[in-house]
């Protein structure tokens, strides 16, 4: 038997190769899909517990902002009342201590125009004239400030929040709980009540009007419709 030549060896040795080959081709083709449905599905439900997960904390983040916003936006507002209110509500305390000047005056004045305006030399009438200017612009000043003075009007009902009863005057000719006389003027300062104006209060008189329908309301039958 002869032996082999070169050539008919490398044709050989590639024959066997190609027959390799093919032979995996052929198991890679035949192999069925090991591929695990089971874990697939696991997968799917690991991603949307996630996206789940994710949205909840999206929407628990979204929520706390929004209430910072709305905490922040309040301590602003407040912030700006309370330094409004200290500008106007700030002098409380110095302009009643100045209410007890503008009271002294007021009565100077009283008395010194019944006794004194009519019958004064031109020098004291210059002297009263100064002081009722003075009157004025302290009033102007304290106008400034926001404190206003107000005094209520004869037959005026009486009203707690802007008035003290010092003493009831018998008057048959004014209402009952109404004002017969004003014994100091009464200042507010912005919207507060800074003094109370001094009132003598009318009694003997007929009810004010109010107080007499407020009676008549409450003497009167109910209504069919409101009978419950």
């Given at each position: 038997?002869?032996?082999?030549?070169?050539?008919?060896i490398?044709?050989?040795?590639?024959?066997?190769?190609?027959?390799?080959?093919?032979?995996?081709?052929?198991?890679?083709?035949?192999?069925?899909?090991?591929?695990?449905?089971?874990t697939?599905?696991?997968?799917?439900?690991?991603?949307?517990?996630?996206?789940?997960?994710?949205?909840?904390?999206?929407?628990?983040?979204?929520?706390?902002?929004?209430?910072?916003?709305?905490?922040?936006?309040?301590?602003?507002?407040?912030?700006?009342?309370?330094?409004a209110?200290?500008?106007?509500?700030?002098?409380?305390?110095?302009?009643r201590?100045?209410?007890?000047?503008?009271?002294?005056?007021?009565?100077?004045?009283?008395m010194?125009?019944?006794?004194?305006?009519?019958?004064?030399?031109?020098?004291v009438?210059?002297?009263?004239?100064?002081v009722?200017?003075?009157?004025?612009?302290?009033?102007?000043?304290?106008?400034?400030?926001?404190?206003?003075?107000?005094e209520?009007?004869?037959?005026?009902?009486?009203?707690?929040?802007?008035?003290?009863?010092?003493?009831?005057?018998?008057?048959?000719?004014?209402?009952?709980?109404?004002?017969?006389?004003?014994?100091?003027?009464?200042?507010?300062?912005?919207?507060?009540m800074?003094?109370?104006?001094?009132?003598?209060?009318?009694?003997?008189?007929?009810?004010?009007?109010?107080?007499?329908?407020?009676?008549?309301?409450?003497?009167?039958?109910?209504?069919?419709?409101?009978?419950g």
């Amino acid at each position: 038997m002869r032996g082999l030549s070169r050539h008919e060896i490398a044709v050989k040795l590639q024959n066997g190769t190609n027959m390799m080959t093919d032979t995996r081709r052929a198991n890679t083709e035949a192999e069925p899909d090991t591929a695990d449905p089971a874990t697939a599905d696991r997968g799917e439900a690991t991603a949307a517990a996630l996206i789940e997960t994710l949205g909840r904390e999206a929407a628990d983040l979204k929520d706390k902002l929004l209430r910072t916003l709305a905490e922040m936006e309040n301590l602003r507002r407040r912030t700006e009342r309370e330094i409004a209110e200290s500008r106007i509500y700030g002098v409380a305390s110095f302009a009643r201590d100045i209410l007890a000047v503008a009271d002294n005056m007021d009565r100077a004045l009283q008395m010194l125009r019944a006794e004194l305006k009519e019958k004064a030399d031109a020098g004291v009438k210059a002297l009263l004239d100064g002081v009722e200017l003075t009157e004025r612009e302290l009033l102007k000043v304290l106008e400034k400030h926001g404190v206003r003075k107000f005094e209520p009007q004869p037959r005026e009902k009486f009203d707690p929040n802007l008035h003290q009863a010092m003493y009831e005057v018998p008057d048959p000719s004014l209402p009952a709980g109404t004002v017969a006389q004003v014994v100091q003027a009464g200042y507010m300062i912005g919207e507060r009540m800074l003094r109370p104006a001094l009132v003598a209060v009318a009694k003997g008189g007929p009810k004010a009007a109010s107080d007499a329908l407020a009676n008549d309301n409450a003497d009167a039958p109910p209504r069919p419709d409101a009978v419950g």
